[in-house]
């Protein structure tokens, strides 16, 4: 069937406030270029991120109800925890705020000189690359050479580069406090990593007696690839294909505003008692109790039931399904769309797409731009835009030059998805005439969030 089945009914419906082109070229403008400015009502459709956007079920409404803002001891603290051990079987869970919250805590509890020191990554994404690097690590990025071909289909473009990690740490193993492995690669296009790449990975770190730690905010989604994927879990639940790999690692840390369908939270969860202790005592410092660290009791019940949600194998399979779709319809009306499709996102190779805009005048905001001019889509630039500044204060392009569409959970139906197939018939027919633009000013660090733009 061609027909994508959403398996949910709409319950609670939210109006979209329309605009015309004219109205939207202005909006931009004031926006100075830079889509992460616009208010979101002037947005008909927002691919901004999946981050904290999916569309809560009944059940987790309900959830909310039973939170228990206690101080401490909150019995929403221990549904939490269990939900979370359930999958993700470590010795402690450690909630925080949100995915960067957890990756600011583990930086601060790395023995040693961190300044000296070297985390590999299959590719870091943004905030765990800028919390790294604020603590002078050199945050290395080791996918395997088929991820950073945009066009080439291969199974498992996320995968770490296992000679690469195993050179590395037979060089430096001093220097390296653990390992990471983010599933899906987000950063790399939201391509997944297989089991046999963790299993590896954790082979290799055994060796030096490295602790591994997975980058989890997709692992729903990760899971389902290998399930869909990789030989010999065709028939595995995709809650076992789960267990099995965060069996393989030492902790992880995650975004709960991505495969959790919450729209805030996360966690730092380690076997290491050391560590955790250390971690609770810096939790307490920055974010709160251990009981409920970054979160209301209502947020931990809202991610312990979303957890039980994201690994029904219907969900995921009308998920990935949908990616698929948009991805196959703009590859049929000539848009370079990464291949295979990613779980979470359709990526748009810009570079190939606008061959006449210099990668440093961001052919991907180009591109973005467009998008919300031709038809108020809002999609980020993941390229020399966003990675381009060096630590050193040097500007030089990135390795892709990417826009990413990223689809939020249970929220867009498949006639939405039709509609931004439209608009991108318009934006092909003219992209000979789409420009460049240039920065008129930015901020230190993760500058795409805030920077001013204006078009060549
Ligand atoms: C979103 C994300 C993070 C950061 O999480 P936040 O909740 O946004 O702070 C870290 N890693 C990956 C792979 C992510 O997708």
């Known amino acids: 069937m061609k027909t994508i089945f959403e398996p949910f009914r709409i319950k609670s419906v939210e109006p979209i406030k329309m605009t015309t082109r004219e109205e939207r070229e202005k909006l931009l403008k004031e926006a100075n270029y830079n889509v992460f400015s616009l208010k979101s009502e002037n947005v008909l459709i927002d691919l901004l991120t999946d981050s904290g956007t999916s569309a809560m079920s009944t059940d987790q409404w ?5 939170g228990d803002e206690s101080y401490a001891g909150s019995p929403s603290f221990y549904r939490f925890e269990a939900s979370v051990k359930d999958l993700f079987p470590f010795k402690h869970v450690i909630p925080t705020h949100q995915g960067r919250a957890a990756e600011q805590i583990l930086t601060s509890i790395l023995p040693g000189d961190t300044s000296t020191q070297i985390i590999p990554n299959n590719t870091h994404f943004d905030t765990t690359r800028a919390n790294f690097e604020n603590a ?5 990025d080791m996918v395997i050479e088929e991820g950073k071909d945009p066009a ?13 990690l195993e050179a590395l ?22 391509q997944p990593v297989s089991m046999a790449n963790v299993r590896g990975a954790k082979e290799i770190c055994e060796k030096y007696n490295k602790p591994l730690y997975i980058d989890s905010a997709r692992f729903a989604e990760n899971a389902y690839f290998i399930k869909l994927r990789e030989e010999g879990y065709q028939d595995k639940p995709v809650r076992d294909i789960v267990r099995e790999m965060f069996s393989l690692a030492d902790g992880m840390t995650i975004s709960g505003k991505k495969d959790t369908f919450s729209n805030m939270g996360g966690w730092l969860a380690l076997n290491d008692d050391e ?66 499709a990613g779980g979470h996102a359709v990526f748009i190779d810009a570079k190939s797409m606008l061959p006449n805009i210099p990668a440093l005048q961001y052919p991907g905001q180009s591109l973005a731009v467009a998008m919300y001019i031709y038809g108020g889509i809002r999609g980020a630039e993941i390229g020399s835009f966003m990675f381009g500044r060096q630590p050193d204060g040097s500007e030089k392009p990135a390795q892709m030059e990417l826009v990413r569409l990223a689809m939020p959970r249970r929220v867009y139906t498949q006639s939405q998805a039709d509609y931004m ?23 230190t660090s993760l500058r795409h969030f805030t920077s001013k733009l204006k078009p060549l």
Do not use: H
């Not at 002078?136 to 290395?140: D, E, V, Y």
């Open 62 to 66: 309900a959830a909310l109800m039973k």
């Open 169 to 190: 740490l037979a060089k430096e193993a001093d220097r390296v406090p653990l390992v990471m492995i983010t599933i899906t690669n987000n950063a790399g296009g939201g």
């Open 421 to 443: 197939i439209e608009v991108f018939e318009e934006i092909v027919r003219d992209k000979d005439q789409l420009r460049g633009l240039e920065i008129t000013w930015e901020p």
């Open 136 to 140: 002078g690590i050199n945050a290395l």
């Open 275 to 340: 560590w955790a202790e250390k971690a609770r005592a810096r939790l307490i410092m920055t974010e709160g109790f251990p009981t409920y660290g970054g979160l209301s009791g209502r947020d931990l019940e809202c991610v312990a039931q979303g957890l039980k949600e994201i690994v029904d194998e219907d969900y995921l399979k009308y998920r990935i399904r949908s990616i698929q779709y948009i991805t196959e319809k703009l590859d049929a009306i000539g848009v370079p769309v990464m291949k295979p």
């Open 152 to 164: 080439l289909d291969y199974p498992f473009k996320g995968n770490m580069d296992l000679v690469a």
